[in-house]
């Protein structure tokens, strides 16, 4: 049992998936020396060698496409994308080659690569450093999207997306990596990589959460059990596939549902977790599904952003309108 | 042999062994290498390669044109840049093509059947890349030369650069084009190659025009001289000249399994045919530069070659006339009776590990197609 962050959580999972299986490589911009700009690979490099924690020039197409030649060469890349808005120079080569070859080949060419992203804002950064495009890789068959949201869930989620011979967006939210401390136990079995999970039961009301805001309904439940309330709250983990079953017995009993994420509302995951929830569970609806989202600008300069982040008190505010609807 | 002489150092000369008028000239430091056979037994082969290649073209030109394929993209003019480079490889070496090396398909044992039921709609080019080591045609433009490099990067580790066993060493072949030069992938793969000091031969096929911009829309400098600025050598050879590209390829493959780094040939050459199918040269180029080409053409220069020193006598020509024909029937024939996938396969190839959500629409579509059976 070993108390770590989430950052750290990620750079042992890391270090055990390295361990485990020599094919493992390490591809990205600074992950070497420096150990990655959030030291998520931070000695890596220095225990495993310049062959297998490898620094790449700063090109990002280059990253993800050299790594589709190292994965057909009978290699396990997992690929650092240093922030979320730096991913589209490598968007082509990860929804045309990443996510299709395994398509396009009949199976005959696998793609077992994980981008790893930091993703999501509430760091005070600077324009490009905040962003959540989770949806637009959930929009793209042939790729896996999961995202984490607790040192326990990195330490072994970062291990299955690695083991899988699908390729995986891995996204990190990145204003937890320093934040919480958890004790994982590394000799428990883990809960499957694609299969969300209560982090909270509760009886009058679903909030639905994936990654930074996890932490963010928490609290919200916390407060509203203080008036009363009681919100269960599901951590979705993966977005692509969706595992919904556990959301649909959660709302077939509470009735009440809230998709709450970082990412802008419109057609985000809210969307279609909400067609999907409507489609299943018509019938057991007291409400309709409400989103609380970024809203559908830009990423706000960063003294704006507690006000565009979906806080503590929108939620709440949600809360009370699906309540009273 | 220097490969950073006159040329490599960005002088305007191309490396020649055969001229347009069937004429063996040397070149001081690209000499053709026939492997220890007989040089006109090796030529000879490289003109039924030739022949049989461009009667790959024209048939499934003819294919296209009959309803039987979607389009087809033509090599017409490149059939030496792709024979003379594909017989340089060695078995080990692996090839990443564009969606135009039929040649070199063909020079890598594939069926070219497998390339029809692309081109058809029957799938997207599906075959298992290992088994030729012949890569899947890409289709976006210069994103292969990336996989190309990172292919080369798993070579490196494999540690079969540099052992000086010639059964082993290995080297990757990144095919692009002239339009394609343009493109930031090819210039990021140009990189990671050079700084990682990886086996791969860029093998551009400078055919002039991408669609219907002209090369002088890509470059204000011979395509080769791009690689002095990456720091790895550049050369450029007559594309039309299979024994000059053979020569310089195989020189570049071996540079590159040496552990020399990256190298980029430019195999300067002619589109004769237009862009694909679907695309009209007769609106942005001349006619006479076609003409000027023809003078050059692959396959013709060595025709001559081969007549004029006696090397080869009618019947060797009517016998690959009689195979191109036999080739030709069997493409005809495999394409139209090419077997239809069933519309359920699309969702099992999507995944290694199917998704329960994708399984599900599985489920659902295959009960809607099957509502309909005994309806009419």
Request: glycine fraction near 12%; proline fraction near 9%.
């Given at each position: 049992m070993t108390k770590m962050t989430l950052a750290k959580a990620l750079n042992a999972g890391l270090r055990k998936a390295m361990e485990d299986d020599p094919k493992v490589l390490l591809m990205g911009e600074d992950v070497g020396k420096l150990g990655g700009v959030f030291r998520i690979t931070d000695g890596l490099q220095k225990d495993f060698g310049e062959d297998r924690v490898i620094d790449s020039p700063l090109a990002e197409s280059g990253i993800i496409g050299t790594a589709v030649g190292v994965a057909m060469r009978g290699y396990r890349p997992v690929c650092?994308?240093?922030?979320?808005?730096?991913v589209y120079p490598a968007y082509d080569q990860i929804v045309s080659q990443v996510a299709k070859l395994h398509f396009r080949t009949h199976g005959a060419v696998k793609m077992p690569m994980v981008i790893r992203i930091p993703y999501g804002g509430?760091?005070?950064?600077?324009?490009?450093?905040?962003?959540?495009?989770e949806a637009q890789f959930a929009h793209t068959p042939g790729l896996k999207v999961v995202t984490c949201s607790n040192p326990i869930d990195g330490y072994w989620m970062i291990q299955q997306a690695i083991a899988s011979d699908d390729p995986i967006v891995f996204l990190e939210p990145k204003r937890q990596y320093h934040a919480d401390k958890a004790d994982i136990d590394e000799t428990a079995v883990p809960v499957p990589l694609f299969s969300s999970r209560v982090a909270r039961p509760g009886a009058d009301l679903t909030l639905l959460a994936y990654g930074p805001t996890v932490k963010t309904c928490l609290k919200v439940a916390e407060a509203a059990a203080g008036e009363g309330r009681s919100i269960e709250v599901v951590?979705?983990?993966?977005?692509?596939?969706?595992?919904l079953e556990p959301v649909y017995d959660s709302v077939r009993r509470t009735g009440r549902a809230i998709v709450v994420h970082?990412?802008?509302?419109?057609?985000?995951?809210g969307s279609e977790i909400a067609a999907r929830i409507t489609e299943r569970c018509f019938y057991s609806l007291q409400a309709p599904v409400l989103r609380v989202g970024?809203?559908?600008?830009?990423?706000?300069?960063s003294r704006l952003e507690e006000e565009y982040l979906p806080d503590l008190d929108r939620v709440l505010d949600a809360v009370d309108r699906s309540l009273e609807f | 042999m220097s490969l950073l002489g006159p040329t490599a150092q960005g002088g305007p000369e191309f490396i020649q062994?055969?001229?347009?008028?069937g004429q063996r000239v040397e070149h001081p430091d690209y000499a053709f290498d026939a492997g220890g056979r007989d040089e006109a037994e090796v030529v000879r082969g490289f003109y039924r390669d030739m022949v049989l290649t461009r009667r790959i073209d024209t048939e499934s030109t003819a294919l296209q044109r009959h309803?039987?394929?979607?389009i087809w993209t033509q090599l017409l003019g490149q059939e030496a840049a792709q024979i003379g480079c594909g017989r340089a490889l060695l078995p080990q070496d692996y090839v990443f093509p564009t969606y135009r090396e039929h040649g070199v398909a063909y020079c890598r044992g594939l069926d070219p059947l497998r390339i029809l039921s692309l081109f058809r709609g029957v799938?997207?080019?599906?075959?298992?890349?290992?088994e030729h080591n012949f890569a899947n045609y890409t289709i976006?433009?210069?994103?292969q030369t990336l996989h190309a490099t990172g292919y080369a990067m798993g070579v490196q580790r494999d540690g079969l650069?540099?052992?000086?066993d010639p059964d082993r060493d290995t080297s990757v072949v990144a095919f692009f084009g002239d339009g394609a030069s343009s493109q930031g992938d090819v210039n990021e793969a140009f990189i990671f190659a050079a700084s990682y000091n990886a086996?791969?031969?860029?093998?551009?096929?400078?055919?002039?025009?991408a669609i219907s911009e002209p090369i002088e829309r890509q470059s204000r400098?011979?395509?080769?001289?791009?690689?002095r600025g990456f720091g790895f050598p550049g050369v450029r050879v007559d594309g039309n000249d299979v024994l000059a590209v053979h020569a310089v390829t195989q020189a570049a493959l071996q540079y590159t399994r040496e552990g020399n780094g990256p190298m980029l040939v430019e195999?300067?050459?002619?589109?004769?045919?237009?862009?694909?199918?679907?695309?009209?040269p007769t609106r942005y180029r001349m006619s006479e530069e076609l003409e000027y080409w023809k003078l050059k053409d692959p396959i013709s220069r060595v025709r001559v070659y081969l007549t004029r020193n006696g090397l080869a006598d009618h019947a060797f020509f009517d016998s690959v006339e009689a195979e191109a024909d036999e080739l030709g029937v069997r493409l005809r024939e495999g394409c139209k009776s090419m077997p239809e996938q069933h519309p359920l396969a699309i969702f099992d190839q999507v995944y290694v590990d199917q998704t329960p959500e994708l399984t599900e629409q599985r489920d659902t579509f295959a009960a809607y197609l099957a509502s309909f059976e005994g309806a009419h």
């Open positions: 650092e994308i240093q922030f979320d808005g730096f509430g760091i005070g950064a600077v324009e490009h450093h905040s962003e959540s495009p951590d979705l983990r993966t977005l692509s596939p969706l595992d970082e990412a802008h509302t419109n057609l985000g995951m970024g809203f559908d600008t830009p990423y706000p300069p | 062994l055969l001229t347009p008028e309803g039987e394929l979607g799938d997207q080019g599906a075959w298992d890349p290992n976006v433009i210069g994103a650069v540099g052992t000086g086996p791969v031969v860029f093998f551009c096929q400078n055919n002039q025009w400098i011979p395509l080769y001289q791009r690689a195999a300067y050459t002619y589109r004769m045919g237009a862009h694909t199918t679907t695309d009209d």
